[in-house]
């Protein structure tokens, strides 16, 4: 049963690997092909470091990193907090339902409602005009762009987070509840004592995970805006790799940034599981 999968992943992940060659190659793909483009050595990585627009790129990826692990990844455990602790099933999948539909949504659709609402004819901005005030345009700032793409993310996805932190707290065994309260553990004392170590091995598997995939932060999403804030603001490694090889077709340098971003996830994905276990859980491996 597992070998249609594993042959999936070996056509569309594993065999892909061999075009990490072109990040080492002077590589023409009309003319030349793969084998027979000429080797340059590292020359693609001396282009690409000298580059400033990859630096710029780097820096905006790692600033909206930081934003969506620290603003994005607890809000999901706080709303399976607080729908646990309604007590009717049907309020509890009402809200569930309408809290992860935004997750079904295209990047276009979520882009165009925040332009509906946070635009310069957006919803917020007429409000304000036709009450005196002077409007405000969100969708065109730079300075708040990492902000709005996290808030984005947040509307799409966190919902969908939800699931599985509410199936984590399925498994909690009501008795422990129980006997906190028998101890006079109020609710507050109980989430932190019973509620929280039983959700603390799924936290830290889904925080490596996505600390791994963190450098990706969102290649349809930052691109439909970029022309919006400029790629000052807005370039990430993702549109700076896809409009240096596909826009530019200098393949190469594409291809080692490409690699570069692949060996610096690895990297943190490592260095997150190696946390994960000096706090006693097991994360992606075991040690």
Do not use: C
Not at 73 to 95: E, K, T
Not at 184 to 212: D, F, N, Q, S, Y
């Amino acid at each position: 049963m597992t070998v249609p999968a594993v042959g999936l992943l070996g056509l569309f992940v594993y065999v892909p690997l061999i075009w990490t060659t072109v990040a080492f190659k002077d590589y023409d793909p009309f003319l030349a092909g793969l084998w027979a483009s000429p080797w340059t050595g590292a020359e693609n990585f001396s282009l690409l470091f000298s580059d400033s627009r990859f630096w710029d790129a780097a820096a905006n990826t790692l600033a909206i990193t930081f934003l969506q692990l620290t603003l994005f990844f607890p809000i999901p455990i706080a709303l399976a907090l607080l729908l646990n602790s309604l007590l009717s099933d049907r309020v509890r999948g009402a809200v569930q339902s309408v809290l992860y539909l935004p997750h079904f949504f295209s990047w276009v659709l979520v882009v165009t409602v925040f332009q509906q609402m946070l635009g310069g004819a957006g919803l917020l901005s007429q409000f304000l005009r036709e009450r005196g005030h002077e409007g405000f345009d969100l969708m065109t700032d730079p300075a708040v762009f990492k902000f709005l793409v996290t808030a984005q993310l947040v509307w799409k996805d966190a919902g969908w987070g939800v699931i599985v932190f509410l199936a984590a707290l399925a498994a909690v065994n009501p008795e422990l509840y129980e006997a906190a309260a028998a101890d006079g553990a109020g609710r507050l004392r109980r989430m932190w004592h019973v509620t929280l170590p039983a959700l603390r091995p799924v936290i830290a598997l889904l925080l490596v995970l996505r600390v791994g995939d963190s450098l990706t932060v969102g290649f349809e999403q930052i691109l439909l805006q970029r022309d919006a804030v400029g790629p000052g603001a807005s370039e990430v490694f993702d549109t700076y790799v896809w409009w240096v090889g596909i826009a530019n077709g200098d393949y190469g340098v594409a291809a080692a940034g490409g690699l570069i971003k692949g060996v610096f996830s690895l990297v943190l994905v490592l260095l997150a599981n190696k946390v994960a276990h000096l706090l006693g859980e097991q994360g992606v491996y075991r040690r």
